[in-house]
Structures are given as structure tokens and as C-alpha cells.
């Protein structure tokens, strides 16, 4: 059966390879992100390939546009059977005690305010209809501190437990959470860690084959349309050569 699939961050990187993917898998989408004319061009994409397409554009820290947005939705779009949470982003790679305060600030109210505020919007609905299916993406970052990522790590640590605590609040419904925990992905995450340092984010990927945000989406898809009784509560991703968040091989 085709779902019907919101995705949050989903103008780059996992959640722009997360729409491809479930487009190509026959669902409808709701894709969300705070780029409108990006949003615009992928909608463009998808529909000449046949998808049903839906584009938000709101900034998921902003609680009361997101209300909005989601209170507003056409009718026949209400019925959302899959949440993929993952807009979200690093930024900075510092020790704690010099850690920049308003990069800490974005960190908690994307990662963990944001995601938040779109599960609480989404799954009373999906409790109600005893259907859905919610998917973060976590990162092996929640695992274990690794150096200098300090209040990243955190931020996936709480999705983590956010993931396992409403596992545990849904288990009475037919509705199923999943924790996906990629490792290396190059996207334009680096980038954005580093504040636009291009030669910096490029080392990150430097000797290593990464993961790609395909690799991402493709357990995604085959979590949302595993059997019905089949719930994949949370996955490690990692690229061959990356051993844990802190170890790391390369040529
Ligand atoms: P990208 O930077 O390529 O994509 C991040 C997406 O999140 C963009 O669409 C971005 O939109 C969106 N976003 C960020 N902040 C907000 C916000 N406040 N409101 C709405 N959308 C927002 O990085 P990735 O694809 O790699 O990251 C996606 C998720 O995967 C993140 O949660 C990240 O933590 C996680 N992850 C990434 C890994 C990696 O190695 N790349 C590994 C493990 C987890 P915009 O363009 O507007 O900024
Ligand atoms: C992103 C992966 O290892 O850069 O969550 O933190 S890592």
C-alpha cells in the first residue's frame, strides 16, 4: 500500500535522497524544509516522474508556523503515515568549555525541539487512526560522545532516547518507531558543521569511502514497508572503514 510520507530537512543530503527513494517506492510526499524554491525545484523533479507531491516551507524550530502549517494541511492530506524527522544539523567541532552558545542553541531547538515538535503535531493523528510509522534519523553520534562533538552527540543521544521513550508510548497502537544511526554520510553536513569551511568539511570524507544519503534512505524505505507485525526499532549505518564514532581507517 502507498503511504503517505512527510519528511522534515527534505531540501538536501538524507532527506532529499529519502524523497527520491519513497517516490520511487510509489508514495505520496510531504516534503518540508525552509528553502521554498528548492522545495519548488524537487517537487518539479518528482511529479514529472509521476510522484504526488506536497512542499511546506517552514523552519521546524519555529513551533507555532509548524502548527500552522500541519493544523492547515489539505484533507487529503491529513492522513500522514510515515514521519521521517530529519531535519537537523552539527555545527562547530569544539571542546564543551569553548563551545559557542548560539551554536549549542541551534543544535538543541533543531535536533531535539524541532523533531519534537513534529511528533507531537503528527502522531496523535497516526494514534488515533492505530496506523503510522515514525523515522528518525538519530546517528551513531548518540552512541558515544566522540571528541570535541560534545553537544552534538547530545543532541542525537536525546533523539536516541526520544525514539525509545515513544516506542514505549505507542506500543499499545499498530504504530512503529525506528532510530536510523547513520555513521559517515557526505552531505552538506560538513559544510554546515564548519560554517561554510568547504576545504575543512571536504577532509572529513578524505581517505574514507562515506555512506551516501541513498545508503540512508534505503533502509528508511525498507523499515517503512517491512511487515506489518515487523518493527526495525533502530539501526547502525556505517561506512566499511569506520569502526565507531571515534575510529575511523582511512587509505
Ligand atoms: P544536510 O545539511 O545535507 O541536510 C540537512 C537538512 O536539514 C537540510 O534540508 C536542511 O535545510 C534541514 N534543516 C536544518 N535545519 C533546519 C531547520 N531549522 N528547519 C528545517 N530544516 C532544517 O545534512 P544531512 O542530510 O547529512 O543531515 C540530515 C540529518 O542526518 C541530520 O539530522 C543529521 O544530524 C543526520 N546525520 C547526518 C550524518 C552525516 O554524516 N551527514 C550522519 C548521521 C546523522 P537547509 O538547507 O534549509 O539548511
Ligand atoms: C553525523 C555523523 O560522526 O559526523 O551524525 O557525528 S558524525
Redesign the pocket.
Known amino acids: 500500500m502507498n503511504n503517505t510520507v512527510l519528511i ?9 535522497a529519502c524523497a527520491r527513494k519513497f517516490a520511487a517506492n510509489g508514495d505520496r510526499l510531504i516534503l ?4 521554498e524554491n ?1 522545495l519548488t525545484e524537487i517537487r518539479k523533479e518528482l511529479t514529472e516522474k509521476g510522484a504526488e507531491v506536497l512542499t511546506l516551507a ?4 519555529d513551533r507555532e508556523k509548524a502548527k500552522k502549517y500541519i493544523g492547515d494541511l489539505p484533507e487529503e492530506w491529513q492522513e500522514i503515515d510515515v514521519l521521517v524527522n ?5 555545527l562547530g567541532l569544539e571542546p564543551e568549555y569553548e563551545g559557542s552558545y548560539e551554536d549549542w542553541e ?1 543544535m538543541i ?3 531535539i525541539k ?1 523533531l519534537l515538535t513534529m511528533t507531537r503535531l503528527i502522531v496523535p493523528g497516526m494514534v488515533k487512526r492505530n496506523r503510522g510509522h515514525i523515522i528518525n ?5 548518540g552512541d558515544a560522545a566522540y571528541a570535541n562533538g560534545n553537544v ?1 552527540c547530545a543532541t ?1 543521544a536525546a533523539v536516541k532516547t526520544l525514539s525509545d521513550g515513544l516506542r514505549i508510548d505507542v506500543a499499545h497502537t499498530a504504530i512503529r518507531v525506528t532510530n536510523l ?12 558543521r564548519f560554517h561554510g569551511d568547504t576545504e575543512r568539511a571536504a577532509n572529513v570524507y578524505k581517505g574514507i569511502k ?2 551516501t ?1 541513498d545508503d ?1 534512505a534505503d533502509v528508511a524505505v525498507y523499515a517503512a514497508n517491512a511487515p506489518e507485525h515487523v518493527q526495525i526499532a533502530e539501526v547502525l549505518i556505517l561506512a566499511t572503514h569506520q569502526g565507531s564514532g571515534s575510529v575511523i581507517v582511512r587509505e
Open positions: 522534515t530537512g527534505a531540501t538536501s543530503g538524507i532527506g532529499l518540508t524544509g525552509r528553502k528548492v517552514f523552519d521546524v524550530r530529519n531535519a537537523g544539523l552539527a541551534t531547538d533543531t535536533n524541532g534519523i538519530g546517528s551513531v553520534a552534538y542525537k544511526k547513520p555513521g559517515l554520510v557526505e552531505t552538506n553536513f560538513s559544510n554546515t562515506p555512506l544519503g540512508i
